[in-house]
């Protein structure tokens, strides 16, 4: 085992640290992917590994999502523990079938755990466009046998990740590519393992909640930062795991507070922030004195022109206004 | 081959009379199976296709919990919860039977890593259909296992039908094992009616996969005499053909050579096809009788 460096380190590094840990710990642990050997991924995500580990275990593949995917997959039924990079996870739309149905159904099917896991960027705010920007959790969340996971520090990429790894079912890992060198953290000594399905209080708060994840955790943070210097405070919950959901924590924060705010960056419309929302108007009613709010990017493509972007992204302009108006009711 | 013909046979019937769901039968390509599962070793691991009873049963698979799993029943291979072709049986290195066309090209490779990284010395077979040929993962499978050097003998199991659409209609060559020159690889066309044929080229071609470590397509050229799945009229087939294939039955083809050599009497044949009966007579009925799964066995193994 590999200590981890002191000092401060990037989701980015964080990916890294893990990947390499694991690989160190367990020889079974394998990494596919595109430009992920000699390059060092297109993110850098892998750099270096291919001189630690070599080509064996660090493993260039040509531009083949569902072959990538599939040889993930039988690999792991003969006992390797595959990582798989989708370049961007935009991508893993090509290895749908591979994922939501025979990594997905394998268990099922036949008692046998696909232990994958399938990560790369995701999210948008960098210009990359349509095809280069999705946030596609919301495709794989309502798969049942997958877990979906989208870490927002440093020490959670870190830590699910590892737990991600050290999984025996198929996990989906989406790294917001905006907070790669953005989110910035101090890595706990040991492992640091995370466990998948354990949502984080990130602020508590009396007054209202605010349930989201990924790259909209720090903006969340910003909002209820800002929010507090109008005397309101709200409590904010990084769901990190999306698929299965931390339920519990949800609820208890809601109870406390009465009010829920869910703010998401993928589109509006049957997502993962739709559950959320269901999941408070099915169990939460009692308690809440408001409607849900939600705070989403529109039900359009992710735009390219950077105004577009911007107006496409929940910014603070459109939290804060949300969140007064939920204050207020 | 005859317990595969009349396991396969049974079955439609089975659906006929309201016993069992509707099925895709390999009725006609049981030398193909047969002599390809005879060239392999019992360490060596298969991934299939929806037309999967003849790879199973070749290669030991138990007719009764075969047809248990087809009806959904607890003691089926999956425990009735894939059910008919979706059989997948780790004690008899069948990694995956795939009904979504191409699904077993996608994971081959992937099986063959393993086998390569634990050095072993194993071999990985996958048979596809001619319908899986047009899929593009046929071409990524072939095209990794060539680059990386894996030991997969991709066998085409070329039955002149896609669902309801003739093999001629969605390509232009006749041959799709000549498409192994394109990945670097070796391909071969056997006559896949012709038992020993099939063993001759799949012993030769597994031997090359073994020793080489490098993918093999060999292709085996035979034909669906049945529908697509159960109830089928195949209206849609030319009679004329389907009769001068019928007239190249391949167990009919096997027994006729055999009992002209003297290898085999008719009263051997009759005798093994009662064996058969007798041992499908008591698969169907031990299938039939189990239990279907508890309903406790919904919400388990979704996810550990």
New interface residues.
Partial sequence: MIAAPSGEVTLLDAVRIALAEEMERDGRV?LMGEDIGVYGGAFKASAGLLERFGP?RV?D??V?E??I????????????R?VVEMQFFDFASRAF??IT??AAK????????VPIVVRGPSGGGVQAGPFHSQSPEGYFART????VVVPSTAQDARGLLKAAIR???PVLFLEHKLLYRRAKGTLPEGDGIVPIGKAAVRREGRDLTIVTWGAMVPLALDGAAELAREGVEAEVIDLRTLL?MDEGTVLESVRKTSKALVLHEESRTLGVGAEAAALLAEKAFEWLDAPVVRVTAPDTPVPFAPALEAAYLPGPATLLAAARKLAAY | MQLIRSFEERSAASFAEGRSPGTCTCVGQEASAVGVVAALREDD?I?TNHRSAGHLLARGADPGRLMAEVMGRATGY??G??GTL?V?A?ELGV??T?T?VG?E???????????S??GGDEIVTCFFGDGAACE??FH??L??AA??KLPVLFVCENNEWQAFVHRRETMLTDDIASRASAYGIEGRTVDGNDVEAVLAAATEAAAKVRATRMPFLLETKTYRLRGHFEPDDQGYVDKAELASWKARDPIAALRASLLESGALTAGGAAAIERRVAERLDAAFTFAADSPWPSLDELTT????
């Fill in positions: 394998v064996k493993i593949t040509p083949v569902e072959a995917v599939g040889a993930a997959i039988g690999a792991s039924l003969r006992g390797l595959p079938d591979m149905n025979f394998h268990r099922y099917r036949t008692g046998l755990g049942p046998g997958l877990a999984d025996d079912d299965p | 691991l991934l999956c425990g919860k894939s979706h997948s780790k990694i995956l795939s979504i699904g090209l996608s994971l081959a490779p992937g099986v063959a890593l393993s086998v990284m634990k593009g993962i990524e499978a095209n990794l680059v990386w193994h979704v996810y550990a």
